[in-house]
């Protein structure tokens, strides 16, 4: 399809609006802690949306309806367990790091594990390096959907919907720092759920409504319409390691857990966990739901999807294209997509920031260097980390989902272990998280590419396992974490108690 | 219901209710301090 005026005005008008809200958040960054965690001064509303617009994603919209297309009712935990990651990320992590953060000054979750770990440079250089890595399979993961959306609605090719996409966000990112994501992601967030919530209903009800649509797929798969598959990928063993791995694995990414420590009083965290699982939670169930409608009705012929590899990802595009014969009403529905696509990207370029000009260059390679510098350098990295994942993001995945979780997937094994453990173990040693850190990433980029490529490897077959590939990577790294610790030097009580360390949440 | 077994509605409706039951009682317990 081809734009037309009101389409163009539509996507153009929403450019603006968060270019806007970029020059506007740029006018109230005085220095580094401004820039990168909004001066500690996010509101209540403000900080549940940012955490709705990080957590939701390209997958959210494209890949959720993508999956539910492709393997129906057993794919509907992430639904349940994507929401909760937010409640999981403020209850387990952001409570006690935020009340040691106020004191201690962190400014991203490096500084937490740099100070209880003792490793001012070993630890806080290794997790950032493997939260820029991290963050950019993830970021990849965001391009390719901001892409598809683009080339569906202005039929322009990829390279182009690429460039375009990448420019608007880079520049409100790197002029406005986390002010500018926190307000964009609270209009985004907002675009998001009122979107889904009008739309979905619409292409259910068009696919011949919600029972229609179940009894349907019941009679193409009985499998379709069971909470797991008999055996292999989202059966009972899978479905329980996939629901760990989105639910703890999104908790611990780095441009999740970051945002903790930006809210301005702790009782936010109160509510926070169950709201944000009531908003979000529906917003996801009724996109899987129109994933289900857009299978019916591509096996009863209403339509059919492109001719390329990841067509799954298009379902919810073409459903809505059919439900809604109104051009003006794609274009709006395209907004919702690039608000759900690019509150994520804008957060996962400034973590990358961060964790380039704050842990690397700052805190690692020039501790004299002036809060100058390390501002410019932040931006820098903003837009080089755009450009870089750009490029990445020409050949897109198969599947945007798979893509995308095996992103989570490393961020699990990597990040949760030293985490967690740092958090609540007082016995957990510096060597021990450098251990579990270094072998979770190893492991789950391995297990991660094995299983992509289906290869066999020491009569492994990695294309079949029973468990998704993280989970392997995270019991890798909770044995190196327990082992290495009780074999080495325990971390003084002065920290373990700066840190507030123990089995509590909070004293 | 649904147009769905039963058990597809038990799991998916019983897990939804007990994490919205788990957050209720995170709600109602929590202190905090700053």
Known sequence: ?507 | MFGLPDITVLAVGGVTLVVIAALLYWGLTFRGHD
Request: charged residues 10%; glycine residues 8%.
């Open chain 1, 1 to 507: 399809m081809a734009a037309d005026f009101i389409t163009i005005a539509v996507i153009v008008i929403y450019f603006l609006a968060m270019l806007g809200i970029g020059a506007w958040a740029s006018r109230k960054i005085k220095n580094t802690e401004d820039y990168l965690v909004a001066g500690r001064q996010l509101g209540f509303w403000v900080f549940i949306l940012l955490m709705i617009g990080t957590v939701a994603s390209g997958m959210s919209l494209l890949g959720v309806s993508g999956l539910g297309f492709k393997a129906g009712w057993p794919t509907i935990w992430e639904q349940i367990f994507v929401p909760l990651s937010i409640g999981f990320c403020i209850i387990f992590f952001g409570v006690k790091l935020h009340n040691v953060a106020k004191t201690a000054g962190y400014i991203t979750v490096q500084d937490y594990l740099a100070h209880r770990y003792e490793s001012p440079t070993a630890l806080r250089s290794l997790s950032a390096v493997a939260g820029v890595i991290v963050s950019l399979i993830y970021l990849v993961g965001q391009y390719s959907a901001i892409a598809i959306v683009l080339m569906w609605l202005f039929a322009i090719p990829l390279w182009l919907a690429l460039v375009i996409a990448t420019l608007i966000t880079t520049i409100y990112t790197a002029i406005g720092g986390l002010y500018a994501v926190a307000w964009a992601s609270l209009i985004q967030s907002v675009i998001l759920i009122i979107g889904v919530l009008i739309m979905a209903p619409i292409i259910i009800f068009y696919a011949g409504g919600f029972d229609h649509i179940n009894t349907y797929l019941a009679g193409v798969n009985p499998n379709l319409v069971m909470p797991w598959m008999p055996s292999g990928t989202f059966g009972i063993p899978y479905v329980v390691s996939f629901a760990v791995l989105l639910m703890v694995g999104l908790a611990c990414a780095p441009h999740v857990i970051n945002n903790v420590l930006a809210i301005k009083d702790v009782k936010y965290f109160k509510w926070a966990p169950l709201v944000a699982f009531l908003i979000y939670g529906v917003a996801m169930f009724l996109l899987k739901f129109t994933g289900f409608a857009g299978a019916v009705m591509v096996k009863e012929g209403v339509f059919t999807l492109p001719n390329v590899p990841n067509a799954g990802d298009f379902v919810i595009l073409y459903g809505i294209q059919n439900s809604l014969p109104v051009m003006a009403l794609w274009a709006v529905f395209a907004v919702i997509v690039l608000a759900a696509v690019m509150s994520t990207t804008d957060r996962l370029m400034l973590t990358i920031g961060a964790m380039c000009s704050w842990d690397i260059y700052k805190k690692v390679l020039k501790p004299d260097a002036d809060d100058k510098t390390v501002l410019l350098l932040s931006k820098i990295v903003v837009i080089l980390s755009a450009l870089f994942t750009m490029v990445l993001a020409i050949n897109p995945p198969e599947m945007l989902a798979i893509l995308i979780w095996m992103g989570i997937g490393v961020m699990l094994s990597t990040f949760a272990i030293p985490l967690l453990a740092g958090l609540y173990w007082r016995g957990a040693t510096r060597e021990g998280a450098l251990a579990a850190m270094s072998l979770g990433l190893v492991s789950s980029l391995t297990f991660g590419m094995l299983n992509y490529i289906k290869a066999s490897v020491l009569g492994i077959d990695f294309g079949t396992i029973p468990l998704h590939f993280s989970a392997y990577s995270f019991i890798i790294a909770i044995f190196a974490m327990i082992i290495v610790s009780l074999l080495t030097k325990k971390t003084t009580d002065k920290v373990l108690d700066e840190t507030q360390t123990g089995w509590f949440i909070s004293k």
